[in-house]
């Protein structure tokens, strides 16, 4: 197939049509098991955990995007993730950057001790504090790259040329970019990983994860690992992901554009002490981001006084929903503190720049002067407040 842009990719890919029927959507295969011709020659699919067509759809998708050669779909981001450190054993240490996604933070620090695997949280916006962590049983560095919530920008060309000098593999969580602005197997990656939950799937209806690799001995490894540990994502979900799939392109350029307006916008505000945006060339990760990635995203943060001020501001907004989760349709206005970063301890928190006052948004496909013009209410009615 013609090597098209991303933008046409996602709509004109190999499973556009059924083979069998010319369906324009990807038939949803329940079956459980599959016949087989004969007792020696299997089939390609013999038991659904192995294989199952409508996943093979996504996996194929993923990893074309990607630009990859092999895909995995899972039955959630951590799923994906968990399943990725499973690549690790007993003694191995594993270098991972300090403002790593919460429930990443929670695994690594609660459960992977526990199977006898080390860690060193470092900051990765400097790649010599990661040389510096490895260790002789290093075996891995996962990066996360714009982090979440305070957006910093991990290097990823200089950790990659280093990691491979040295023989560990590197694992990179896209779920921010995903691969219509950033594709972290051009800049030497091995594993890739995506909450699907959020940009990819796009419509807060499903969750999943991916993982793309291109190199067939860790791909093999990763399906043998995918089939033993068995968090698998089931055909429904599959198409769902497929169905999001198709309008990526369109809702991250749209949302992105709105992001950049947004934050400029806050940088206005008097109630904003601070605005996290990798797109903004105040930003200390800007030049690195826009070497190796096509966009800043849709997602920043914004920092108000307090946690009073968090609590007025959320009361009177309207638009976004406030919750958990990134990377929908709606907007989305959460509270690191006592969401996305409620497994960290206070001193953890901090430590990583996340305050009682900084609310993340994840701009959806509302009309960005609608959203200005709620957030301009919310802190005229915050204002009021707090005068009484
Ligand atoms: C949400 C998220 C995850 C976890 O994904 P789930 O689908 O919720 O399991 C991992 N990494 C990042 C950056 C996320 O935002």
């Known amino acids: 197939m013609t090597n098209y842009s991303k933008q046409t990719s ?12 010319g369906a324009v959507s990807v038939p949803v295969q329940h079956a459980s098991t599959f016949h087989q011709p004969d007792i020696e020659q299997f089939g ?34 951590m799923a994906a993730i968990s399943t990725t450190f499973m690549l690790l054993s007993t ?9 790593v996604y919460g429930g990443t933070f929670r695994l690594t620090t609660k459960v992977l001790h526990r199977q006898g695997i080390e860690h060193t949280f470092v900051d990765m916006t400097d790649p010599e504090a990661v040389k510096a962590a490895v260790k002789p049983n290093t075996k891995m560095i996962f990066m996360e790259t714009p982090s979440n919530p305070t957006m910093n920008i991990t290097p990823v060309r200089e950790i990659t040329d280093f990691a491979k000098e040295n023989g560990i593999l590197t694992a990179l969580d896209n779920t921010f970019m995903t691969p219509v602005l950033q594709r972290p197997l051009d800049l030497g990656v091995d594993i890739v990983i995506h909450s699907a939950t959020k940009f990819i799937g796009g419509h807060s209806d499903v969750v999943a994860g991916l993982a793309v690799v291109k190199d067939e001995e860790l791909a093999s490894e990763l399906q043998f690992l995918q089939n033993s540990f068995g968090a698998i994502l089931g055909p429904q979900d599959c198409w769902l992901v497929m ?21 400029a916008w ?7 002490e601070h605005v996290y945006y990798p797109g903004l060339t105040t930003h200390p990760g800007y030049t690195v981001n826009k070497e190796q990635a096509d966009g800043a995203g849709a997602v920043l943060s914004f920092r108000l006084k307090d946690k009073e001020a968090v609590r007025r501001f959320v009361d009177h907004v309207e638009i976004p929903v ?20 409620a497994a960290m301890s206070d001193e953890e928190r901090h430590a990583r720049g996340i305050t009682d006052g900084l609310l993340r948004l994840s701009v959806g496909l509302e009309k960005t002067d609608d959203l200005k013009q709620d957030f301009a209410n919310a802190f005229a009615a915050s204002r009021k407040e707090e005068q009484v």
Do not use: C
Request: no cysteine; proline share 5%.
């Open 10 to 21: 996602l709509l004109h890919s190999p499973h556009k049509t059924d083979p069998a029927t």
């Open 44 to 77: 390609d699919y013999d038991y659904a955990r192995s294989g199952n067509p409508t996943r093979r759809a996504l996996e194929e998708t993923i990893a074309g995007l990607e630009n990859g050669t092999h895909g995995f779909a899972f039955a959630s981001g």
């Open 91 to 99: 003694g191995d240490h594993l270098v991972i950057t300090d403002d």
């Open 243 to 263: 169905r999001g799939l198709k309008t990526l392109h369109a809702r991250m350029s749209v949302s992105e554009q709105s992001a950049h307006e947004l934050a």
């Open 266 to 272: 806050f940088l206005e505000q008097p109630e904003v």
């Open 322 to 341: 406030f919750a958990v989760s990134l990377g929908a349709v709606e907007s989305i206005l959460s509270y690191p503190r006592t969401m996305s970063h």
